[in-house]
């Protein structure tokens, strides 16, 4: 399987590709246990793990330029379903981990629960909103962060527009979640635990099946030819192939399931960092409905440390780091133009907004949605995908390239 | 000052304000119990309690989204 390039998404100009970059390796690397130690005395061990299980889905997404983003443009643009067959690939491991482990309820103590999340109008608006802004911010909730932690810092303004959408989302989000819906619809309460998981491994290989028919009829292309890095050096350097970072990925959700009691979800730490800088400079937002139901007024009210979805994104930036210092492609360039930096606006906020309408991103309701066997997460990638063909459309009115 | 003392200068400058949010709940009492599901306060309860504009859940999207019972 070819690497997918994500030319906008990690730092274009590698100064030194191929040569490990010592000092920041050695910066991220103490950076990543320092902050695990400090998360373990802070709240516990297991929340410190969380953590260095966040660095890993870095250094995995980062390695292997697992970009939902470039994989679904490559797709609309040239025709190339290799990112869509990794996406695939990885959602249909994550079925078979864990739904079956959702239907023990609890493992070792810990409840688990999935990634639920109501069909209708919210998800549809949401979802549709997400998929235009990935396509302008340039990365989704995973790739905002692990180009984030690569050293793009056209990133770093899209994470913090991501941030102020999401937030405005919290405000806007009981007024959405009362315009009609279905509700919840578990595919595993339709049709009972093992139909539910040979049913939706049908879907995904009949999407990753059309792509790739789709795609016999269009590619002009020659494969990218397989890089001859020894084993070693490109276990430790990188760049992985796209079914490497599809498996891990796989399994790392399933870990976060059995540590955080829940799949791997980004952005409601969003929320609750715009939250608490509002709260900082003196917004009520504690007053706001959203953040007056239980669990986010816990959170608000707690240290950030003890949100899980917080500490898993802290890990996955610094993981990211560490991958780009391995890598040698750590090379920050704040010259961005300023149609781009429009984009980087633009996109972060309607993929904050649409992220919270869309009760999670491409992560928490795409690939935890669907391996939690929730019909929203069909829905939500139906949709994002419709929205990720007009943001397609609209890149070059911004100056981005496609 | 180059963009890489930039991008590190703003991670140090996140990392400040992740220790004094810290802080500040520790010095308001506030716990710090993980948020895991299942686990603190009454996350783990599939009670029927008041969901703002959802009048009864069960549960909680990681999104904090109230999930109504069945």
Not at chain 1, 10 to 32: M, V
Not at chain 1, 148 to 160: D, E, F, K
């Amino acid at each position: 399987m070819t690497s997918l390039a994500a030319p906008t998404a990690i730092s274009a100009t590698p100064a030194r590709a191929g040569i490990i970059d010592r000092p920041i390796t050695i910066f991220a690397a103490l950076a990543i246990i320092a902050a695990a130690s400090a998360v373990t005395q802070a709240v516990d061990l297991r929340q410190g793990s969380l953590l260095l299980i966040g660095a890993a889905l870095g250094l995995v997404l980062y390695h292997a330029s697992f970009g939902f983003t470039a994989g679904w443009r490559s797709f609309i643009l040239a025709r190339r379903a290799d990112g869509l067959r990794a996406q695939m690939l990885t959602i249909a491991i994550a079925v078979v981990l864990i739904l079956p482990l959702l239907a023990l309820n609890e493992i070792g103590g810990q409840k688990l629960t999935g990634a639920y999340g109501p069909v209708g109008t919210s998800l549809v608006v949401g979802a549709f909103l997400f998929g235009l802004g990935m396509q302008l911010g340039g990365g989704c909730g995973s790739g905002t962060l692990f180009t984030v932690g690569g050293g793009n810092l056209r990133m770093l303004v899209t994470l913090a527009f991501f941030i102020t959408g999401a937030v405005i989302g919290t405000a806007h989000l009981p007024w959405w979640s009362a315009l009609p819906h279905l509700g919840v619809v578990r595919l595993q309460d339709v049709f009972g635990l093992w139909p539910a998981v040979a049913l939706q491994l049908v879907a995904l290989a009949a999407v990753a099946g059309i792509a790739t028919w789709i795609e016999r009829g269009h590619r002009r292309d020659a494969p990218a030819p397989a890089t001859a890095l020894p084993l070693s050096r490109r276990l430790l350097q990188g760049p992985w192939p796209l079914v490497w970072g599809a498996v891990l990925l796989a399994l790392l959700n399933a870990l976060t399931l059995v540590s955080a009691g829940h799949p791997w979800s980004i952005t409601f730490a969003f929320n609750l960092w715009g939250a608490k800088l509002l709260i900082a400079v003196g917004v009520p937002v504690a007053s706001w409905e959203f953040w007056t139901w239980p669990m986010p007024a816990q959170a608000l009210a707690g240290s950030v440390l003890a949100d899980t979805t917080s500490v898993m994104d802290f890990g996955l930036i610094l993981g990211a780091l560490l991958a780009a210092g391995l890598a040698g492609k750590f090379a920050p360039d704040w010259r961005i133009p300023p149609r781009s930096l429009a984009a980087a606006i633009l996109g972060g906020l309607l993929m904050g907004y649409g992220a919270r309408l869309g009760f999670g991103c491409n992560i928490g309701a795409f690939f935890s949605g669907i391996a939690s066997g929730s019909l929203h997460g069909w829905v939500w990638f139906a949709i994002a995908f419709i929205g990720s063909v007009a943001g397609v459309r609209l890149r070059p009115l911004f100056g981005l390239a496609n | 000052m180059t963009p890489r003392l930039i991008f590190l200068l703003v991670l140090l400058l996140a990392a400040g304000a992740v220790a004094a949010d810290h802080w500040a709940a520790r010095q308001r009492g506030a716990n710090v119990t993980p948020i895991r599901a299942g686990e603190a306060g009454t996350l783990g309860r599939p009670s029927e309690n008041s969901g703002g504009s959802v009048d009864k859940f069960c549960g909680f999207a990681p999104c904090g989204m109230p999930l109504p019972c069945e």
